[in-house]
């Protein structure tokens, strides 16, 4: 498949390492016709993206990534729209005030575990973004407590690891009606993490149609060829279109760069299509 959209880019504006701006240039720079920003809980870095992609002739798919609660897994909805979502910023307020509220909590734990990391490290590993989980695990990374990302989540920031704090959450049916009142179109990210076997996957995405999910991610970097297989399959019978990106973070989170997974033309033409008026 030749790839022409990464569909699921993360910034400096949430836990990325790059702004947006940045980001924009990279992907021009690797041949991409189109990406999504998708940050977490938060449309701030999309003006500098879209002003960015228009001198580069990059098209700019304003989006965004909201954690929903769910158990025992972790769903993610991400949100596209066919232009910069006004008023969405203060909406997703209330999730954003959760998120730093949530880090000095995870903080005193590592704290506690013997690892005598500082919010001030952290706040400037973070600098002007959202500090998130990504931001401790540099400082965990910085102060020789573990090797790599991947240790830093799997032995402690990870759901169910020592030093997770759990945030307030919006449900899924508000997820779903929140970007659907901004105009955008839901999609279900990366469904791995919800944890589930392949009939209980159906039942809750059927659920998930019926409050107006419109898409799943498909292409992405940790999903198996069955999964794919499986995932194109329930798209098919739900009426759902595909969406697929790499989650770029940063070259140290997981290895990979924009436009390493995502979709190919006749791909992006179905987006854009829902998308438009």
């Not at 910069?84 to 909590?105: F, H, N, T, V």
């Not at 279900?188 to 998930?208: C, I, K």
């Not at 770029?248 to 290895?255: F, V």
């Amino acid at each position: 498949m030749q790839i022409c959209a990464d569909l699921h880019i993360h910034t400096s504006a949430s836990d990325g390492d790059l702004n947006p701006g940045k980001i924009v240039s990279w992907a021009h720079a690797r041949g991409l016709d189109a990406i999504a920003i998708t940050d977490h809980d938060t449309v701030a870095g999309i003006p500098e993206a879209i002003r960015t992609g228009e001198e580069a002739g990059i098209r700019i798919i304003p989006g965004v990534e909201i954690s929903a609660i769910y158990e025992p897994g972790t769903m993610h909805i991400l949100g596209y729209f066919p232009s910069y979502p006004q008023g969405l910023e203060k909406a997703l307020e209330g999730i954003q005030d959760a998120r730093r509220k949530r880090c000095p909590r995870i903080i005193e734990k590592l704290n506690a575990l013997g690892m005598p990391v500082t919010a001030h490290e952290v706040a400037e590993i973070a600098r002007d973004a959202q500090i998130g989980r990504p931001h401790i695990a540099k400082a965990l990374i910085r102060g020789g407590y573990v090797r790599n990302y991947e240790e830093a989540f799997s032995q402690y920031l990870a759901k169910g690891r020592p030093a997770y704090v759990d945030k307030e959450k919006m449900t899924w049916e508000e997820s779903l009606t929140l970007i659907h009142e901004y105009g955008g179109l839901p999609v279900l990210a990366h469904p791995f993490t919800l944890e589930l076997q392949s009939h209980e996957l159906r039942l809750l995405m059927e659920r998930l149609v019926s409050g107006g999910l419109k898409g799943v991610e498909i292409f992405y970097p940790e999903h198996s060829r069955a999964q794919k297989k499986l995932y194109r399959s329930l798209a098919r019978d739900l009426g759902l279109f595909a969406t697929g990106g790499t989650d770029y973070h940063g070259t140290a989170r997981n290895s990979v760069s924009p436009g390493d997974y995502g979709i190919d033309t006749a791909t992006l033409a179905v987006l854009l299509d829902h998308l438009s008026p």
